[in-house]
C-alpha cells in the first residue's frame, strides 16, 4: 500500500501517555504509576449536520478544530486523572463510573471554551500592544506587521517558557513520539522502539505547526482591513478569527500534499521549525506507549471495518 493509501491518522499527546484517531475511534495509552499500561477508547462521533459543514473548505477547519479541542480534553483528562493514581485505588473509582459521563462531557466543554478564551487573547492582545506604537508608527501595514512579530513572540515566549517546566517537558516529549510514530507507520517500517526512535519527531500535520500558520495568515487577512480606530481594529480581529482559522487549516493541509514535492515542501518548513520548540526526543519507555496506542488503534479500526463489510454484505 502506498502512502497516499494509507488511511490518515492524527494524534495528540497527554500527560505520561498518547492519544490516536483514526476514522472510527479514538484510543488513550498511558503508562500508570507502577509501570502497567492503560487504555481509554472512545468512539468518533459527528452529527450529521457537521458532517456535511466538515466536506465544506474553510468551514471544516473550524469544525475539526472544535472537536480536536472536545475530544483531547476528554482523554487529557483522563491521564491527569489517571497516570499518578496508585492502582490499588482503582476499585474506589469503579464506583464512580455513573459520574464520569458527566465529567468527561464537562472536560469537552472546557476545552472549547478554554481554546475560545486563550484564542481571543492570542489575537486581541498583540493588536492593543501594537496600537501603543501608532504614534510612532501610524502606518496600517507597519501596524499589522508589528502586531504579527508581537503575536510571534509571544508565542514562541510562552512554548519555551511552558517547555522549562518537567510536566511539559514530559508532555512534549511524548509528543515527538506521537509524531515518531505515525512517521514511521507512513514510512512503511514496521513499529518497533528501534524503527520510531530512528524517525524524525517532527511532522507537517502537526497543530503547532497550524498555530504558527495564524499567525502567518492572519498578517495577510489583516492588511485587508483597517487598523483605526481600535475600536474598529478590535472588532476586526474578533470577526475575523473564524476567517484566520478556516484558511490557516486549508494551509496546513496544502503544504502537507506539497511535502514531497521539490521546492514546493519549502512552504511547510515554518511549521516544523515550530515543531522543535513544542516536541522533544522521548525515551524507549515513552516510545513504546506510543506504539501500543497506536497499535490499539488500529486493532479497533481493523474491528469496525470487519463490522461494517459483514453488514454490506447481509
Known sequence: MSNSQKPVYGGQAVVEGVMFGGKHHFVTAIRRKDHSIEYFHLPRTTKPSLAKLKKIPFLRGIIAIIEASANGS??????????????????TLKQKEVSKLTMYLGAAVIGVISFIIGKFAFTLVPALLAELTRPIFPSDVVQVFIESVIKLLFLLSYIYLVSLTPLIKRVFQYHGAEHKVINTFESG?????????AHSRLHYRCGSSFILFTVIVGLFVYLLVPTSP?????????????VVLGISFEVLQFTNKLRNIPILKYLGLPGLWLQLLTTKEPD????????LSFQELLKKESESESEKKDKEIV
Open 230 to 242: 481600535l475600536w474598529l481594529r478590535i472588532v476586526d480581529r474578533i470577526l475575523l478569527i473564524p
Open 189 to 197: 517500517a514496521p513499529l518497533t522502539v528501534e524503527n520510531v526512535q
Open 74 to 91: 476528554k482523554h487529557l483528562n483522563f491521564s491527569t486523572e489517571r497516570y499518578d493514581l496508585d492502582p490499588k485505588d482503582d476499585d
Open 284 to 291: 524507549e519507555e515513552q516510545i513504546e506507549v506510543a506504539i
